[in-house]
């Protein structure tokens, strides 16, 4: 079973930069696909980015195309989401999420992180 710890969130000004990392633990994580969700207050869970497990196909939701990169380093069992440009509306708690497969709608039997705050101030 695969274990995963968020860590990189915290306060930040709109339009700067955060970088979350996701840590995987347990067994190896290179065949699963590994996603970025969040979920702000009295909102439901939406789906932010993923990355294929072989690391060459994304997918981002429209609303942060363009700001936001997800990465992974297989060898150091790690995803990435870096963040440019925040804005207020991109405060939530970020979950990240492995599976065989991620889609757009977060899955209960998915392997779910803990979770890190990102605030972003106006």
């Known amino acids: 079973q695969v274990r995963l710890v968020e860590s990189g969130g915290g306060l930040v000004q709109a339009g700067g930069s955060l970088r979350l990392s996701c840590a995987a633990s347990g067994r190896t994580f290179s065949p699963y696909s590994m996603g970025w969700f969040r979920q702000a207050p009295g909102k439901e869970r939406e789906f932010v980015a993923r990355?294929?497990?072989?690391?060459?196909?994304?997918y981002y939701a429209d609303s942060v195309k363009g700001r936001f990169t997800i990465s992974r380093d297989n060898a150091k069992n790690t995803v990435y989401l870096q963040m440019n440009s925040l804005k207020p509306e991109d405060t939530a708690v970020y979950y990240c999420?492995?599976?065989?497969?991620?889609?757009?709608?977060?899955?209960?039997?998915?392997?779910w992180g803990q979770g890190t705050q990102v605030t972003v101030s106006s």
């Open positions: 990355i294929r497990w072989s690391g060459g196909t994304t």
């Open positions: 999420a492995a599976d065989r497969g991620i889609s757009v709608v977060p899955r209960t039997d998915y392997i």
